[in-house]
C-alpha cells in the first residue's frame, strides 16, 4: 500500500489512534511518488466506482481540469475543499492529480485572473499541469460510499437510502432521461404527448410561469416525443441514461437499529467516527442524553432539505438552520450536528487504500494536511 495518512490532522494522534482510525487496518507512510499512471485510467476507476449518473442534477462532477499535454499521473492528493492551503500543499509536493469531494468548479467563470481566488485555484492548476477530480454526490449515493461510512457506527437491522437514485426507480427499457419546461397554459397539451409516447413521469415540479417534467422514455418512442414537444412550444433536452445503479444508492440513510441505545451512546459513536472530542447536539423536545434512540437518519453535508420530515428519533448531518433545527426537535428527532465538512473528511480515509491498492506501485496517495472545515470551536 502506498498512500499517507495525516493523523495530527484528523486527530487521531496517541496510544488510541488505531482504534479510532475509520476502520482502517494499517497505515504505511512510504514515499508517495509512484511509477506513474494514465489520467484516463485513474478516471475510469473512479467512475467505475461511484457512476456520474448518480450525481444530483444540480452538481458539477467528473475531470474538471485536464492538463492539455498527456502527464503521467505519480502523485495523488486527497481533500475535502480546493483551498489555497491546499493548493500550495499540493505544489510543494509535486501532485499531479487532486481528487477533491467538493467541485471547486461550480459556478460558471468568466474570467481566469488572480483577482480572486477560486480563479487563482484554476490558474495555478493550469499553471503546474495538474488535473482536477470532483466526486462529490456520486460519493454520497453509491452504496459503499461516503453515507455508509456515516452510518457505520449503528448496528442497523438494514439501511436505505433517504432518497434513491432515480435510475434504481425506473425499468431498464427506458433508455433515455428527458426535462420538459412547459408554460403553464400548456401543461394539457405537453400531458398528452407524454402519454402518446408512453414516456414515464418520474417527478413534477410546478414553478412560477413553468411547469418541470422529469421523464424517462423508450428510444423507439424519442422522435414521437420530440415531435409532440416541438408542436407545443416546450423546452425540453434529451440524454441517454448510464448503467442503472444497483439498489441501496441514493442521497442519505435510514435504518431502524437492531437494539435500542441512549442518545448519549450515540453521541460517543459519532465522536468516535470522526475523531472528534466535541460535537454540537439539538435534542427533541421533551428528551435527556438517556432517552432511547430506535432510528437514524443520516445526510452527509448540509442535511436539511433531505432530512424534512422524515420519521427517525435522531438526524446526524454536518449543518442545519436555526430554524430546520426547531422544526426537526419539535417534531420527534433530536439533531447531531458535526461541521459540514466533518462529517464528510473522515471517508477520505476510507478511500485512499482503495485507490492505492487498485493502482499498487503506480501512484502514491496521500490526504491533505492542510484540509479542515473554517470553523472551529473556541
Not at 496510544?15 to 509512484?34: D, H, I, N, Q
Not at 424517462?216 to 425540453?236: D, H, I, M, R, W
Not at 439539538?282 to 420519521?311: E, F, I, M, W
Not at 426537526?328 to 464528510?344: R, T, Y
Request: charged share 20%.
Amino acid at each position: 500500500m502506498r498512500w499517507v495518512c495525516h493523523l495530527k490532522q484528523i486527530g487521531l494522534c496517541g496510544p488510541k489512534w488505531t482504534s479510532l482510525m475509520y476502520g482502517m487496518t494499517a497505515v504505511r507512510a512510504m514515499s508517495v511518488e509512484g511509477t506513474g499512471v494514465r489520467l484516463s485510467r485513474i478516471v475510469e476507476f473512479l467512475t467505475s466506482f461511484a457512476p456520474l449518473s448518480l450525481a444530483e442534477s444540480w452538481d458539477n462532477v467528473g475531470l474538471l481540469v485536464e492538463p492539455a499535454s498527456p502527464v503521467l499521473i505519480k502523485k495523488v492528493l486527497l481533500t475535502i475543499d480546493l483551498t489555497e492551503d491546499v493548493m500550495k500543499e499540493a505544489v510543494d509536493s509535486k501532485t499531479n492529480l487532486i481528487i477533491a469531494y467538493h467541485p471547486p468548479i461550480f459556478q460558471p467563470f468568466k474570467r481566469i485572473t488572480s483577482g480572486k481566488w477560486k480563479e487563482r485555484l484554476l490558474a495555478t492548476c493550469l499553471e503546474n499541469k495538474m488535473a482536477v477530480y470532483s466526486p462529490h454526490t456520486t460519493w454520497d449515493a453509491v452504496t459503499g460510499g461516503l453515507s455508509d461510512w456515516l452510518a457505520s457506527p449503528f448496528k442497523f437491522e438494514g439501511v436505505e437510502p433517504l432518497v434513491p437514485s432515480l435510475g434504481v426507480l425506473t425499468k431498464p427499457e427506458f433508455s433515455h432521461h428527458v426535462t420538459v419546461f412547459c408554460p403553464l397554459d400548456l401543461r394539457n397539451r405537453c400531458q398528452e404527448v407524454i402519454g402518446r409516447s408512453h414516456a414515464d413521469v418520474v417527478s413534477t415540479a410546478e414553478l412560477e410561469t413553468m411547469v418541470k417534467y422529469s421523464l424517462v422514455a423508450k428510444k423507439q418512442f424519442l422522435l414521437e416525443l420530440e415531435s409532440g414537444l416541438n408542436e407545443t412550444n416546450c423546452y425540453y433536452s434529451i440524454y441517454e441514461r448510464g448503467p442503472i445503479p444497483p439498489r441501496g444508492c441514493g442521497t442519505g440513510r435510514f435504518g431502524k437499529l437492531k437494539s435500542q441505545i441512549t442518545l448519549s451512546e450515540a453521541v460517543e459513536k459519532v465522536k468516535a467516527l470522526v475523531g472528534m472530542s466535541q460535537i454540537r447536539l439539538a435534542l427533541q423536545r421533551g428528551k435527556t442524553l438517556d432517552s432511547p434512540v430506535r432510528s437514524v437518519a443520516l445526510v452527509a453535508g448540509s442535511g436539511a432539505s433531505v432530512l424534512r420530515g422524515v420519521r427517525a428519533d435522531l438526524y446526524v448531518t454536518g449543518e442545519m438552520l436555526h430554524h430546520d433545527i426547531l422544526e426537526a426537535n419539535h417534531s420527534g428527532a433530536s439533531v447531531i450536528l458535526i461541521n459540514h465538512s466533518d462529517s464528510e473528511r473522515g471517508y477520505l480515509s476510507q478511500f485512499a487504500p482503495r485507490l492505492a491498492d487498485h493502482f499498487g506501485d503506480g501512484i502514491g496517495v496521500s490526504i491533505a494536511a492542510s484540509d479542515r472545515d473554517p470553523i472551529v470551536i473556541v
